[in-house]
């Protein structure tokens, strides 16, 4: 019974003494899966390296190789890494990073899987390690980013125009510009056509998690159809977020057609409105609005940003996740049907 007793009096400061341990264990079991990786990593750069420097001496040929991964599988059977698809693998993964990469550089703390993501999806060398530092800092799975790589996040992160040089201090607005994209790619709505407003924001609601995915690290979600109370009159922001990482509010507008001018006036009057009511100004970072559309004049943007005194930035987004290079070459509406005015006029001609 004394035991019992004990172990009830416990003392005051025992649960955050607990706590404290068990993060302590936590980070250390961590440690030793990133530790035990980097190994693993390094073993097969060394395999790699071994295979590439006997195939520049000795000229070994793929056949070598099927024998050596055979030979390897048979003497470590308990390992599953040897196949012969691996093999190569490792001879191009040693051929892509020099091995201090691999113990100091972020490639080095993924996993096998997403080494070969990018070496499958990626030639650049200063993109896959774009990306490899992405995947590390956000904690990308393995097919989160193949769908990053697959939609261009490292070219469209930061690419939309905006104000914020104007209205945040230097240090705030490079991180604001983090936060945008230009386009954003909502191909998971399976929209093939123009849709109002309401049902565009509807469809982003009902697919919320991969909306979250394609805004980016550390979006919250805090409300659709806002709605707030100003002097009396009644407004309904379209989508509000917090994003957690930079402590800030991201007001969020949609608009199904071209962008004009007078949609930044609205928006910065939300931004104000949050900016003044919802945000913690000793701990928030200052409020900063997207204006979401299909297709812009970039010159009409530049003047609007410069008229306005939020800080605001105006994307494009599309269902379309054609590459840029592909797109170039398909048609647009407006070419298709000059094309089709100059086939019916050749016609009239030609009767």
């Known amino acids: 019974m004394a035991g019992v007793s004990e172990l009830a009096q416990v003392p005051d400061d025992y649960g955050e003494v607990l706590e404290q341990l068990k993060t302590k264990v936590r980070g250390a079991r961590v440690q030793a899966?990133?530790?035990?990786?980097?190994?693993?990593?390094?073993?097969?750069?060394?395999?790699?390296?071994?295979i590439l420097d006997r195939q520049d001496a000795r000229g070994w040929g793929s056949r070598v190789i099927d024998r050596l991964a055979a030979d390897l599988r048979a003497e470590f059977p308990e390992m599953r890494g040897f196949s012969r698809s691996n093999l190569h693998y490792m001879r191009t993964i040693?051929?892509?990073?020099?091995?201090?990469?691999?113990?100091?550089?972020?490639?080095?703390?993924?996993?096998?899987?997403?080494?070969?993501?990018?070496?499958?999806?990626?030639?650049?060398?200063?993109?896959?390690?774009?990306?490899?530092?992405?995947?590390?800092?956000?904690?990308w799975s393995r097919a989160v980013l193949t769908h990053q790589i697959r939609n261009h996040l490292d070219q469209r992160v930061g690419a939309a125009p905006t104000n914020f040089g104007d209205h945040l201090p230097p240090a705030d607005s490079d991180l604001a510009h983090q936060l945008v994209r230009d386009p954003y790619v909502f191909d998971f709505l399976d929209i093939n056509e123009r849709v109002a407003e309401r049902e565009?924001?509807?469809?982003?609601?009902?697919?919320?998690?991969?909306?979250?995915?394609?805004?980016?690290?550390?979006?919250?979600?805090?409300?659709?159809?806002?709605?707030?109370?100003?002097?009396?009159?009644?407004?309904?922001?379209?989508?509000?977020?917090?994003?957690?990482i930079q402590s800030r509010f991201v007001v969020v507008e949609l608009k199904v057609g071209r962008?004009?001018?007078?949609?930044?006036?609205?928006?910065?009057?939300?931004?104000?409105?949050?900016?003044?009511?919802?945000?913690?100004?000793?701990?928030?970072?200052?409020?900063?609005?997207?204006?979401?559309?299909?297709?812009?004049?970039?010159?009409?943007?530049?003047?609007?940003?410069?008229?306005?005194?939020?800080?605001?930035?105006?994307?494009?987004?599309?269902?379309?996740?054609?590459?840029?290079?592909?797109?170039?070459?398909?048609?647009?509406?407006?070419?298709?049907?000059?094309?089709?005015?100059?086939t019916i006029t050749h016609l009239d001609a030609d009767t």
């Open 94 to 139: 040693a051929g892509t990073w020099p091995r201090e990469a691999i113990v100091q550089q972020p490639v080095g703390q993924l996993p096998w899987g997403h080494l070969t993501v990018l070496i499958d999806k990626l030639d650049d060398h200063a993109t896959r390690n774009w990306y490899a530092a992405a995947a590390v800092q956000h904690g």
């Open 200 to 244: 565009l924001e509807a469809a982003l609601m009902t697919r919320l998690e991969r909306f979250l995915l394609e805004l980016g690290h550390g979006f919250a979600f805090a409300g659709r159809q806002y709605h707030f109370n100003a002097g009396g009159d009644d407004f309904y922001i379209d989508l509000l977020f917090f994003n957690w």
């Open 259 to 342: 962008f004009e001018p007078e949609y930044l006036g609205k928006l910065g009057f939300y931004v104000s409105w949050v900016d003044d009511n919802l945000r913690d100004h000793d701990r928030h970072a200052p409020t900063i609005g997207i204006l979401l559309c299909a297709g812009r004049n970039d010159k009409v943007v530049r003047y609007s940003l410069a008229g306005t005194t939020a800080p605001l930035a105006v994307a494009d987004y599309t269902y379309d996740t054609l590459p840029a290079l592909v797109r170039e070459l398909v048609p647009t509406d407006d070419e298709l049907a000059s094309a089709v005015d100059e």
């Open 33 to 50: 899966t990133r530790t035990v990786n980097t190994q693993l990593l390094v073993l097969y750069w060394d395999i790699g390296r071994a």
